[in-house]
């Protein structure tokens, strides 16, 4: 720790008490790795303001004092921006204590949540007056609203609510000099020039630190009908959601397993179970939900996927018969990452290309990077309606402790070469953060790479708001 993080950190102490700051490295120490467990850090101390007043206090310290600040939520990031540097250079800032929810109405459909206040909580608040905030993802009992919105996360009702760009209506953050931005109102017009809410949603704490979200709800679903689909190949996924889109308005989840992700979680995930018999090699969840109880949402979905099974288009299907088993067929979703990880070593791409050259490209990438590199398994799974997969590639034969090391910055230089070519996106949903920077700077177009330098530039010259993250 250097003298002047001493000083910071006791000039903080004084502000936000004992609970407020932590120095104890055994209660820092499960902050310090990202989740996918691929970064270390380490910081003197973990900073853990409770009010807009003391992060406007920390920050103002930082600047005053020159040393970097890491906003943390839940620490589920997928691209390590929350990990701090492995010199020690910065202090962590825990935002998990500023949880509460301030305001909520149905009427106005808003409501106001602090940025540490956990996305399960907010569903949990929102449910209470009859209204649903419609964003959900596997990480929903610990990521936090700061964290959604650093990330401007997605998850797997985008295809009709948008990500958390969509969602947000303002928000109230603190600016690298201190100095707050108040844009809680909600104003559905305000054209006052730039939007500083959309500057820092997706700006992965690079520009200042959220401190409050104000988050648009919806009315709360009334009834859901989920249902497992076999198809012969992911064009044909996509075939199945156009027809649906084309009969009803009320698809809202449309997910694409491959054979073999439902192959792992049947063997990792304890008590799941395959929902259709026979193999087959892709899958598809769906989700059709009405907020209008008088729709029998179940018996619509039951009559188009039996129209879509009569047009060759599916090759079996099942509905759920009840909320448990729509959960369990969510189960299979959620788990395939964690099943991936208790299979082995795998190597995550989280990338988007155009909705209809989707199909192509998972079965062409995975066929081009296991022909590369013999051995490895790859696929995509994950949001297929909304141009969006996770393209991962397990070691398979290949695995060893240095697999990483040895073929992995190569294979994952691959994937995103292809994605590049084919217009798309080498980030989707999980950010740039640490993980991603290098390939970032590689591929970015050069006006994208000047912008957001003269962006950071002007908004944090000081270097003091997550340095290392994201900006090339
Ligand atoms: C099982 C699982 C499933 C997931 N599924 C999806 C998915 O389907 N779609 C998807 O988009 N993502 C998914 N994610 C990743 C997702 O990005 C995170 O869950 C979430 O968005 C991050 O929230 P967090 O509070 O954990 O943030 P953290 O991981 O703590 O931080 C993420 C970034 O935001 C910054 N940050 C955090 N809080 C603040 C703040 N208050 N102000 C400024 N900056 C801040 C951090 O510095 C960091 O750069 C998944 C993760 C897991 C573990």
């Known amino acids: 720790m250097t003298d002047v993080q001493a000083q910071l950190i006791e000039q903080a102490r004084q502000k936000l008490g004992p609970k407020g700051v932590m120095t104890d490295a055994n209660e820092i120490e499960p902050w310090l790795t990202d989740w996918r467990g691929r970064a270390h850090g380490t910081a003197p101390a973990m900073l853990a303001p409770a009010s807009t007043e003391e992060v406007a206090f920390v920050v103002g310290l930082a600047a005053e004092h020159g040393v970097p600040l890491v906003p943390q939520g839940g620490n589920t990031g997928m691209s390590a921006g929350a990990t701090p540097p492995a010199d020690g250079s910065a202090l962590l800032l825990s935002m998990r204590r500023m949880n509460r929810i301030r305001s909520i109405s149905a009427g106005d459909r808003l409501a106001v949540a602090e940025a540490g206040v956990v996305l399960a909580a907010l569903h949990d608040a929102a449910h209470e007056v009859g209204m649903r905030f419609p964003l959900t993802l596997g990480s929903r009992g610990s990521c936090t609203i700061g964290g959604l919105t650093s990330t401007n996360a997605g998850g797997t009702q985008v295809l009709k609510f948008g990500t958390m760009r969509a969602l947000v209506a303002g928000l109230e953050a603190v600016l690298p000099d201190g100095s707050v931005h108040h844009g809680l109102s909600g104003l559905k017009k305000d054209n006052r020039g730039y939007s500083l809410d959309q500057l820092l949603i997706g700006a992965e704490g690079t520009l200042g630190v959220i401190t409050a979200v104000a988050l648009k709800l919806v009315p709360a679903v009334a009834a859901r009908a989920v249902a497992w689909a076999a198809v012969e190949t992911p064009q044909r996924a996509l075939d199945l959601l156009r027809f649906l889109e084309a009969r009803t308005g009320s698809i ?82 959620d788990s395939i990452s964690e099943a991936e990880r208790t299979e082995g070593q795998t190597l995550a791409h989280d990338i988007s290309v155009a909705v209809t050259d989707m199909p192509r490209f998972i079965v062409e990438a995975a066929a081009t990077v296991e022909a590369a590199f013999p051995g490895v398994v790859a696929s995509g799974f994950g949001h297929l309606g909304d141009g969006n997969i996770h393209f991962h590639v397990r070691a398979g034969s290949h695995a060893g402790l240095d697999w990483y090391e040895r073929e992995g ?6 994937v995103d070469d292809l994605v590049t070519e084919a217009g798309g996106s080498i980030s989707a949903e999980h950010g740039i953060g640490q993980l991603k920077r290098d390939e970032f700077a590689r591929l970015a177009p050069p006006g994208r790479v000047h912008a957001l330098r003269a962006i950071k530039q002007a908004l944090d010259p000081l270097g003091i708001m997550n340095p290392g993250k994201l900006v090339p």
Do not use: N
Not at 301 to 312: Q, T, V
Not at 409 to 414: E, F, K, L, Q
């Open 252 to 333: 809202e989840g449309f997910e694409l397993v491959p054979g073999d992700s439902l192959a792992l979680v049947l063997k990792h995930i304890p008590g799941t179970r395959s929902p259709l018999a026979g193999s087959h090699p892709w899958h598809v969840l769906v989700e059709a939900t009405t907020s209008d109880g008088t729709i029998e949402i179940g018996a619509e979905l039951e009559r188009l996927l039996a129209s879509a099974l009569e047009d060759g288009i599916i090759v079996d299907a099942v509905l759920a018969a009840s909320e448990t088993h729509a959960e369990a067929l969510w189960k299979i979703r």
């Open 409 to 414: 910055a190569a294979i994952t230089r691959m």
